[in-house]
RNA sequence: GUAGCCAUAGCUCAGUUGGUUAGAGCAUCAGAUUGUGAUUCUGAGGGUCGUGGGUUCGAGCCCCAUUGGUUACCCCA
């Protein structure tokens, strides 16, 4: 007993009702983005290390679970495998000690494969992939080291229009889940970078997204403060402040966002592009939100990020936007693209809190029949394997045991329906079938069965 | 990486200013009941109180360390 099993922190085990669910959220997706025709595409759990290391910030880099490289105590290694612990100890990567690591996200991996196969592919690219990725962050709530992302992007397009489908899509699944009150905010970066410019040049970009992003978080004061910090003027600090204060319904905030930065080229295409796909989608969950930032520095034009029901203490559930030169990272330029990603773990949780999972996601095996004995057993495996054949799932209990028992394992495994074939039944070649909610039991001859149940 | 909280039976938790043999509910098993369950009744098993050290006549309780979990910050799905 004093050494318990236990598994990696931040990670889970899914007993079978927990899969089920999760299941559902799963093929509800897919089922949209093959609907929406993206086609899936899958790459390996691990990737070499330098395909990741400074695609997401420095935080990030932090974050990418490394692989140690096997071999390292072998003899011949031993000096290289030193003076790689060496650079470590520095802070540096050392390819003798790592060079593989666990995927962080799906986008750069997805980017690593488009500049690796793109004079195969037909562009523009439609694809979606829904794997699991790691980040040793430190767990809490909503936050997993192991976490599964189901992304779609199409690649090779620079029209808005695909920005205008991934937001229909959002809006697609999220009904179809029953999350009703979701919210999806938008914001392109140009309108970041003109705002930027206003302050201080494209240097400040980082240091003025970063403060902004926590505006809801820690107020207005708060982060004025930390602009300060970051080494704004009070006019920069003034005209950020008026940018934040821009408030009221979408159509308000575009028209105040166009007089304070409409006139500077980046921010005058900015605001085209958010309100082209604004008056584009039907999404009335839609919402405009210049605050909006994200972290991830590959994103150029619009961002997307949707925030869960405000009934649910949970942060966003989904995120993506616009990268216009991924795999020039890669070695191959211009190719545009545009992605979404949902957070499968983050949706389950605020959907189980919400109580929206529909009972009918735990409904496996239809009927247990009882086991009465050797000979009775026999022929209700006969009766089970024609009820399988029909495509109704069903069990025969392993051993015959007191019935009482046998009720109990029905009942705990969820099962609707038991089937009784004692001696009596199988003389009269029928069988006994109750129905555990309702205590209602009928006689149905054995041919009958498969057609009895099939109806209910 | 930084900080707070928690750790007692398989699970959820009680446990008084430190004081005899550490309790309850649920779960498990057996019986009332060998062809009709889930509400009932009876009984049983199961804990060197996360680990290591210290204070004390005496520690589940106090102190130190350590491990694991959890929440928040940073960042993010």
């Excluded at 991996?109 to 829904?130: D, E, G, H, S």
């Excluded at 095996?365 to 009766?383: D, P, W, Y």
Aim: charged fraction near 25%; include cysteine.
């Amino acid at each position: 007993m004093n050494n318990k099993p236990s598994i990696p922190q931040g990670t889970r085990d899914f007993p079978a009702d927990v899969v089920r669910k999760r299941n559902y959220i799963f093929s509800t997706i897919r089922n949209v983005f093959e609907l929406y025709s993206f086609e899936p595409l899958e790459s390996p759990a691990m990737e070499n290390l330098d395909t990741l290391m400074g695609k997401y910030g420095e935080e990030g880099d932090k974050l990418i679970f490394k692989i140690l490289n096997n071999g390292i105590n072998n003899e011949k290694n031993i000096e290289k495998s030193k003076a790689g612990f060496e650079k470590l100890l520095q802070g540096k990567n050392s390819s003798d000690i790592t060079e593989r690591a666990l995927k962080y996200d799906l986008t750069i991996p997805f980017a690593r494969y488009v500049a690796m196969n793109y004079t195969k592919l037909t562009f523009p690219l439609r694809r979606y992939q829904i794997q699991p990725v790691w980040r040793a962050d430190r767990p809490q709530k909503g936050r997993y080291r192991e976490f599964t992302q189901c992304d779609a992007d199409v690649v090779g397009s620079l029209s808005l229009l695909n920005e205008v489908e991934l937001a229909n899509i959002y809006h697609e699944v999220f009904v179809r889940l029953g999350v009703k009150n979701y919210e999806l905010k938008i914001n392109s970066r140009k309108i970041l970078t003109a705002l930027a410019e206003l302050c201080g040049g494209a240097a400040k970009m980082t240091d003025i997204t970063i403060a902004i992003d926590k505006l809801d978080k820690i107020g207005l004061e708060k982060v004025k403060e930390e602009l300060q910090q970051r080494g704004l003027n009070t006019e920069q600090i003034k005209t950020t402040e008026s940018y934040l204060n821009i408030s009221g319904n979408n159509e308000e905030k575009l028209s105040q966002i166009k007089s304070l930065i409409g006139k500077i080229d980046s921010g005058k295409q900015g605001i085209d592009e958010v309100e082209f796909l604004f008056n584009q989608t039907k999404n009335t969950n839609l919402s405009i939100d210049f605050t909006l930032a994200r972290g991830l520095n590959y994103y150029t034009g619009i961002i997307f990020e949707v925030a869960a029901p405000k009934e649910v203490k949970m942060g966003s559930i989904g995120g993506g936007g616009r990268y216009d030169d991924l795999t020039g990272l890669f070695g191959v330029p211009n190719i545009p693209g545009v992605g979404i990603s949902f957070g499968v773990d983050r949706i389950y949780d605020v959907m189980d809190e919400m109580n929206l999972f529909p009972d009918e996601v735990q409904v496996s095996t239809k009927a247990l029949f009882f086991n009465m004995g050797e000979k009775e057993s026999s022929v209700a495996f006969g009766i089970m394997q024609q009820l399988r054949s029909n495509g109704i799932a069903s069990e025969l209990y392993h051993e015959s045991v007191k019935i009482n028992k046998q009720f109990t394992y029905a009942e705990k495994k969820n099962i609707p329906f038991v089937i009784i074939i004692g001696s009596k039944e199988i003389e009269e070649k029928k069988c006994a079938v109750k129905q555990l909610a309702t205590g209602n039991q009928e006689i149905i001859p054995f041919d009958k069965l498969a057609d009895y149940l099939k109806n209910l």
